[in-house]
């Protein structure tokens, strides 16, 4: 029997199966589509993706915590702290080594964001977001006759932005953390996971395989190639050139980044592969030290990232729904879920048509996330039918691209930092010399009014392309703080544009449906950006019931295995709870007592 003529043989027993499942229990046979969604959701997890495989994961329970991506960097963190280093040490250790163990996202070349809440109770907001190049364009990449070029944006030096993430975990070392442990004690680690190597998983060598396997940048070859097929899975990873600049930070900082050796090296590859990068670009890089954007969510307060970030869609989401007596209703039942939804769709529309970076554009964020708003658009929500605003939207939807670590030290220093280089490696380009992905967030800009970028995102003019200017982004790295003023969830996750729903599912898991930490972060999920009337779900995420009812209401649904690892902190009976989100096989939450 063929592969193809076998796997058509499984799929019909498993339909036949489910038909007489029906029977047996009493049901009169189910709604076809529950059986096509069940069939669609069993053809995605024979990829053997871990999203497929909800399960509670191990409590890790202690007086300081973190959780990141990796297990490696994780170690790196909890060791900070045992030296004495606080929270934003570790956080800064933990950038660094993720910058060296997880290649497709942790980064030196790309940008982010970070989110304090100091033990003083002081709430700051660092954004080290990647800027447009000052010879940037609104028709960058449109050709002459005014029409997007499919792949400039994302596969090129020109789609590479000036990186922010050196300069932000260098202004965090020197502002806000403790001043025990030096720069080089900080990088060491990554160092020594660069020039020593780390053993490869087999997640890890998978991805690297897929994504690698027909790059044609010959210093992504060189590292990750091995006698012309990729490093297999048990091998060691070394990374000599990574290892020297990481060495060369150490000794300079962020100096030598943006004003020496390392920004020459990136500005002379991108100008002999058409890049538009130049010197000045790097020397006038900024970091943002500002407040974070605060919302309140029954009694909960939210500290999280301000525009161009992800928090606005976050914040008003929970506006909406905070009118609604979801814990009234049965957890994920129609009901339920056609108000999340709403809240999404909302949300999305009126991210694409009014956010930007506010250097640059006027954003009405306070009227936007207003209760007053919230409150007539919540009206607008129909009972029992989905709402007709959904956009003809690409439904791309990519979810491992970025990453996202949470630290909680023993004095009460809280950092939430999610950072990336935009979709998974970036723009594929290491320049000579420097050992690290660039990022293409250049992406993340409106190419062309009316087009949608990787994520599926139709955007506004107010994120057309500027010189100097920040692009829209999803990440919204959060703290909540309970009644008590008391820091009760770090959070944050990668996942383009669906990073702000799995945070506003983790949030109302907690609050309205009490749900536990480690519960309310590795439940199912859904997401709603305004596709033609189509919800991505996990596999098997929705009860029949439920899948019916969102039919009947007019949602279309489609299973998706692309989920971000929202890797987070809780407190829990006066102690933290470092959560692993089982989305991501190699990540690791740790806490430890001293």
């Known amino acids: 029997m063929s592969k193809r003529s076998k796997h058509l043989a499984q799929v019909t027993f498993l339909l036949v199966g489910l038909i007489a499942f029906d029977m047996l229990i009493g049901r009169s046979l189910y709604h076809p589509l529950v059986h096509f969604y069940r069939l669609v959701s069993w053809g995605v997890c024979q990829r053997g993706v871990a999203a497929c495989d909800h399960k509670q994961t191990p409590k890790a329970v202690g007086q300081s915590a973190v959780a990141t991506s990796h297990y490696e960097a994780t170690r790196v963190g909890i060791e900070v702290i045992k030296a004495g280093g606080n929270a934003v ?11 060296v163990v997880h290649p497709c996202c942790g980064n030196l070349g ?11 109770d002081t709430n700051r907001f660092i954004n080290f977001r990647e800027t447009a190049p000052l010879a940037a364009t609104p028709t960058l990449y449109q050709d002459s006759e005014g029409e997007v070029i ?20 260098e202004y965090a070392r020197k502002a806000y953390g403790s001043g025990q442990l030096t720069r080089q004690q900080l990088i060491a680690p990554a160092q020594k996971l660069a020039n020593d190597g780390f053993v490869l998983t087999g997640p890890e060598q998978k991805l690297l395989t897929r994504e690698l396997k027909n790059n044609q940048n010959s210093e992504v070859v060189d590292i990750f190639i091995q006698e012309g097929k990729a490093i297999e899975v048990g091998d060691r990873l070394v990374q000599p050139e990574l290892g020297e600049t990481l060495s060369l930070l150490a000794k300079n900082g962020a100096s030598t980044f943006y004003e020496g050796e390392i920004a020459q090296k990136i500005v002379e590859a991108s100008q002999q592969h058409n890049g538009i990068l130049t010197l000045e670009d790097f020397k006038t890089y900024q970091v943002q030290d500002i407040d974070p954007l605060t919302c309140n ?15 606005p869609v976050l914040c008003q989401m929970l506006n909406i729904v905070e009118g609604f007596p979801i814990s009234q209703v049965e957890y994920y039942s129609a009901q339920h879920l056609h108000q999340m939804l709403s809240a999404m769709l909302f949300a999305y529309r009126d991210r694409n048509l009014y956010f930007g970076d506010p250097t640059f554009v006027e954003v009405p964020t306070a009227r936007i996330l207003s209760k007053a708003y919230a409150k007539e658009l919540r009206s ?36 939430s930092v999610t950072y990336t280089i935009n979709t998974l490696f970036g723009a594929g380009v290491i320049a000579p010399g420097t050992g690290f992905f660039l990022n293409n967030e250049m992406d993340d800009f409106t190419a062309k009014v009316g087009t949608a970028n990787t994520y599926g995102l139709v955007q506004g003019s107010v994120n057309s392309i500027e010189p100097g200017k920040q692009p829209l982004s999803s990440m919204a790295p959060t703290i909540v703080l309970d ?12 996942g383009g544009s669906t990073i702000p729903t799995t945070i506003f599912q983790i949030i109302t898991n907690l609050v309205d449906f009490n749900l536990s930490p480690d519960r309310a972060v590795n439940q199912p999920r859904i997401h709603y950006q305004g596709s033609p009337n189509t919800v991505l779900t996990e596999p098997f995420a929705l009860p029949g019931d439920t899948f019916v ?46």
Do not use: C
């Open 89 to 99: 040490d570790a956080a800064i250790a933990v950038g660094y080594a993720l910058a």
């Open 110 to 120: 790309g940008g982010g964001f970070m989110t304090l809440r100091l033990s003083d």
């Open 150 to 169: 499919k792949g400039l944006s994302t596969d090129s030096y020109l789609a590479v932005a000036v990186p922010g993430t050196v300069a932000g975990l």
């Open 297 to 311: 969510y029954r009694g909960f307060t939210i500290l999280t990232s301000p525009p161009p970030g992800g928090g």
């Open 380 to 415: 607008k929500i129909p009972k029992d039918r989905a709402l007709e605003l959904a956009e003809e939207l690409s439904l791309e939807q990519k979810g491992k691209n970025t990453t996202h670590f949470s630290v909680v030290d023993k004095e009460g220093n809280a950092v």
């Open 483 to 494: 009644a008590s003023n008391e820091i009760a969830l770090v959070t944050g996750s990668p």
């Open 549 to 594: 009812d969102l039919w009947n209401y007019g949602y279309r649904v489609s299973p998706s295995i692309h989920w971000g690892a929202a890797m987070s902190i809780a407190r829990k009976d006066k102690k933290l709870q470092a959560i692993k989100d089982f989305r991501r096989q190699q990540a690791e939450a740790r806490a430890v007592d001293d």
